[in-house]
């Protein structure tokens, strides 16, 4: 099989890599399978290439091929679907700061929305009609029950959130327009962690927006503390809490997600995550006690447009993909930690 990963040197994306490349190494009998990379490196970078072969080894049944282009590149994108006759796409590549997305709503809209419909037209021109999307549980806006299912409303706050239901719906439309057509939306939670083998995970640049980024900058030293958004919500200990997932769960629920698409046909949405809350604070002690370090804290105001609890309802992933998450946040935190580390 040919799987075509944009955004594939991300964060998700090379996790995604070496988890595809050790399932689909798995199918007894198949040829040799091939994943292609394209990625325009604007939030990543050329080395993690490298070291996503190191992972996946020298006898990986799997071959990997990086291609620098931008999926608003149509004709680009028409030429890699054809020449390296791709049976698959998964859709990570796109811009994901929801303040610089209100900052920049067209930039955003003209990356994510303009650059999937050019994706859409390639895979129309070359018969290509599978597709696993990296959605966002941000799609749900603030919820109004508990835990999110993949039948409540959907209504984004930020332009970031809308990028991403307008592309959910244009996936839709397709898949309405032609019922050979297979996507799979994925509506990840909070993803955290790193590969075990330290040598990919989340860089950010500039300073971090999200939490776990955050936390391993201050323990190595590099800020002074962790600012935390509020702590008068109507949670246990009065802040925020998420869904966090570790990214090779994430990883292995796309190449779940991937195999759903080769055998059936029709748009789903799935939820990725654990199904279990943790909050701010929770997530710091628990870091500073598996890591043996101290993330020093100072409460602030609570920041815009967070939400006090969001978690998953797991059961359609389950059900569906016969995917669950295994990793628990000891697991998070030991490899960020890890991972933090191997880059200072
Ligand atoms: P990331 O920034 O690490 O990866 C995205 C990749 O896409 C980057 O390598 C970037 O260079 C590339 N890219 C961006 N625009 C492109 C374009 N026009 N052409 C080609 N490449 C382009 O982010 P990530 O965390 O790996 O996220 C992957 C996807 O998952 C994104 O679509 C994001 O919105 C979505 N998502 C992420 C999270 C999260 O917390 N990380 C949560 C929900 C959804
Ligand atoms: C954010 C995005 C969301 C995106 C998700 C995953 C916003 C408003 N939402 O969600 O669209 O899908 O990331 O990428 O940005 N926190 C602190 N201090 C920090 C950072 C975070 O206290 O320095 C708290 C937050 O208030 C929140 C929790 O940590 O309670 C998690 O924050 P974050 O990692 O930014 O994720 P989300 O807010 O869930």
């Not at 290509?128 to 966002?136: G, L, N, Q």
């Not at 080769?262 to 002690?285: D, M, P, R, Y």
């Amino acid at each position: 099989m040919n799987v075509l990963l944009t955004g594939g040197t991300g964060y998700i994306g090379s996790h995604t890599a070496v988890a595809l490349a050790e399932s689909l190494g798995a199918l007894i009998g198949e040829k040799t399978h091939h994943i292609v990379l394209l990625d325009n490196l604007c939030n990543s970078e050329i080395a993690t290439v490298d070291r996503i072969k190191t992972i996946m080894g020298a006898n990986s049944a799997c071959a990997l091929t990086f291609i620098q282009g931008d999926i608003r590149d149509t004709t680009l994108l028409t030429q890699v679907l054809s020449n390296q006759q791709i049976d698959a796409v998964i859709h990570f590549a796109g811009l994901k700061a929801v303040g610089e997305s209100v900052a920049q709503p067209v930039e955003y809209y003209a990356n994510n929305v303009q650059g999937t419909i050019s994706l859409l037209q390639a895979m129309q021109a070359c018969n290509v009609k599978k597709m696993v999307f990296s959605s966002s549980a941000t799609v749900y806006g603030e919820p109004q029950q508990l835990p999110l299912t993949e039948t409540h409303p959907t209504l984004a706050t930020n332009p970031y959130g809308r990028s991403k239901l307008h592309i959910e719906e244009i996936l839709h439309d397709v898949c309405l327009s032609n019922p050979e057509w297979s996507v799979v939306c994925l509506r990840y939670f909070n993803p955290v962690g790193a590969h075990k083998s330290g040598l990919i995970g989340e860089r950010p640049s500039g300073t971090p927006n999200n939490l776990m980024p955050y936390i391993t900058q201050v323990a190595v030293g590099q800020r002074s503390h962790l600012n935390v958004f509020g702590n008068d919500y109507p949670t246990p200990d009065g802040t925020g809490v998420r869904d966090y997932i570790h990214v090779v769960d994430l990883a292995e629920g796309h190449a779940a997600a991937l195999n759903y698409a080769t055998k059936h046909a029709g748009w789903q949405a799935i939820n990725l995550g654990t199904g279990k809350g943790c909050s701010v604070l929770e997530l710091v002690h628990t870091f500073e006690t598996v890591n043996n370090v101290t993330v020093p804290v100072q409460i602030v105001n609570r920041r815009a447009g967070d939400i006090a609890v969001c978690y998953a309802n797991t059961q359609k992933a389950l059900n569906t993909l016969n995917w669950s998450a295994t990793k628990n946040l000891t697991d998070m935190c030991q490899s960020a930690w890890q991972f933090e580390q191997s880059m200072t």
